[in-house]
């Protein structure tokens, strides 16, 4: 039995390495920046989760002592992980629409049709104009 | 067996963390750099519990905790002073 969860602890450990080094080659391969965005959040998350899985596995068979608390920064990544994408895109759409010294990576979407991409907190009002005004 | 896999992880995470040292330097956009930063907290994240697997040591959970905290922050602030020019107003 031991044999298995040691297999299963090793396996856990590698699926999470293997996804964390996925997540930063999508991070320098990928084209541009909304692009780059999924590498990370996902895949990184994912490989953080396996090294928590496996060290909650590893502590209770080998330890000696069974708790969740790894848990904890499992759950608080994955709470914190789409906010701070969300943060970093509106930093990126308003370095690029507002500001207009981001690169010219992919075109984005087009926006809905009463409002431009929000970034300032007035409902993309001044983006709209500006894209109407050009 | 298991500490083939905890070596064989640890050198995966180093060269992610490589990668991300590219994206970092490379940018070209000021989002970029903030994105690289994030993912390297993570994988230090990870990298710190697989040494405390390597190690049998219960220690580095809490400097992983804390690096989560304090990851998290930063890069909201990063990106808080990119869209407003300020961190607290």
């Known amino acids: 039995m031991p044999i298995v969860l040691d297999l299963l ?12 080094l996925i997540g930063s080659w999508g991070l320098v391969r990928l084209p541009s920046l909304m692009m ?3 590498g990370p959040t996902k895949a990184t998350t994912l490989g953080v ?5 496996a060290s909650m596995l ?3 068979v080998h330890g000696g002592r069974w708790s969740a608390h790894e848990l ?14 969300n943060m970093i895109a509106k930093a990126y759409l308003h370095r690029r629409n507002v500001l207009r010294d981001a690169e010219e990576g992919a075109p984005l979407p087009p926006a809905p049709p009463h409002a431009g991409w929000a970034t300032f907190g007035d409902g993309g009002t001044a983006a709209k ?6 | 067996m298991i500490e083939v896999a905890v070596t064989i992880a640890l050198g995966c995470l180093g060269l992610a963390m490589a990668l991300n040292l590219v994206r970092l330097l490379r940018g070209p956009t000021a989002a970029d750099r903030i994105l690289a930063l994030d993912t390297m907290v993570i994988n230090a994240i990870a990298f710190i519990i697989l040494f405390g697997i390597g190690q049998m ?15 998290f922050v930063g890069t909201v602030a990063y990106s808080k002073f990119l869209l407003r020019g300020d961190i607290v107003e």
Do not use: K, N, Y
């Open chain 1, 58 to 60: 590893h502590f209770a």
């Open chain 1, 36 to 38: 780059r965005l999924h």
């Open chain 2, 57 to 71: 040591s219960a220690i580095s959970f809490e400097a992983a905790l804390l690096l989560a905290m304090v990851g």
């Open chain 1, 49 to 53: 989760g396996g090294c928590l899985l």
């Open chain 1, 129 to 134: 104009r500006d894209d109407q005004g050009r």
């Open chain 1, 9 to 20: 602890i090793a396996l856990l450990i590698l699926t999470g390495g293997a996804f964390a």
């Open chain 1, 72 to 85: 904890l920064i499992a759950l608080f990544l994955f709470v914190t992980a789409p906010i701070s994408a």
